[in-house]
T-cell receptor, first 114, second 115 residues
Framework: GDSVTQMEGPVTLSEEAFLTINCTYT??????LFWYVQYPGEGLQLLLK?????DKGSNKGFEATYRKETTSFHLEKGSVQVSDSAVYFC?????????????FGKGITLSVRP | NAGVTQTPKFRVLKTGQSMTLLCAQD?????MYWYRQDPGMGLRLIHY???????AKGEVPDGYNVSRLKKQNFLLGLESAAPSQTSVYFC??????????????FGQGTRLTVV
């Protein structure tokens, strides 16, 4: 079945540091890929998405590129801020067939210190 | 813009009690989901629905039941609560399976403690 693997956490960075959070996936066909963010005490909200190979999703300074050859969707940000402290989830969704589920990685906690 | 609304937001139950969590969405979405979130486990799918009157089991369905009598509502029931069901529960919905519509919208969560 479909699966998403995220790098182990937590991650602690200083403000203005470069961020990379790795995400790889296993899926049949051509899934859509997502990054969701969860701020403390809140639900998940979509950060960015990509629906086909080589698409780059971007939002709030975060970027991720859909790499079909490496089945990856790594999240990057050039300069993190304290306000980026949150839990980040990589997810995929099959676009065809009977699989209507959303599959999430385990999530990784990012803490940014001033 | 209400989006996805979950009630209640917090609840404490005694072992063996029953309760129903309500999820309501006002976006006319076909698909709805219930997840639980536990430390170190990420989000695990409990049950889901692909349309009014339909339900299906997810990854961890035991001890839960669901109903989707109206398109906008998805109810999650615990018939006899157990401490292992202490968790944060999230409801999500999305429009359909077409490319571009697969983004999911989440509620704020329900924090349930079973003592």
């Amino acid at each position: 079945g479909d699966s998403v693997t995220q790098m182990e956490g937590p991650v602690t960075l200083s403000e203005e540091a470069f961020l990379t959070i790795n995400c790889t996936y296993t899926a049949t066909g051509y899934p859509s890929l997502f990054w969701y963010v969860q701020y403390p005490g809140e639900g998940l909200q979509l950060l960015l998405k990509a629906t086909k190979a080589d698409d780059k999703g971007s939002n709030k300074g975060f970027e991720a590129t859909y790499r079909k050859e490496t089945t990856s969707f790594h999240l990057e940000k050039g300069s993190v801020q304290v306000s980026d402290s949150a839990v980040y989830f990589c997810a995929l969704s099959a676009n065809t067939g009977a699989n209507s589920k959303l599959t999430f990685g385990k999530g990784i906690t990012l803490s940014v210190r001033p | 813009n209400a989006g996805v609304t979950q009630t209640p937001k917090f609840r404490v139950l005694k072992t063996g009690q029953s309760m129903t969590l309500l999820c309501a969405q006002d976006m006319n979405h076909e698909y709805m989901y219930w997840y639980r979130q536990d430390p170190g486990m990420g989000l695990r799918l409990i049950h889901y629905s692909v349309g009014e009157g339909t339900t299906a089991k997810g990854e961890v369905p035991d001890g839960y039941n669901v109903s989707r009598l109206k398109k906008q509502n998805f109810l999650l029931g615990l018939e006899s609560a157990a401490p292992s069901q202490t968790s944060v529960y999230f409801c999500a919905s999305r429009k359909d399976m077409t490319v571009g519509n697969t983004e999911a919208f989440f509620g704020q969560g329900t924090r349930l403690t079973v003592v």
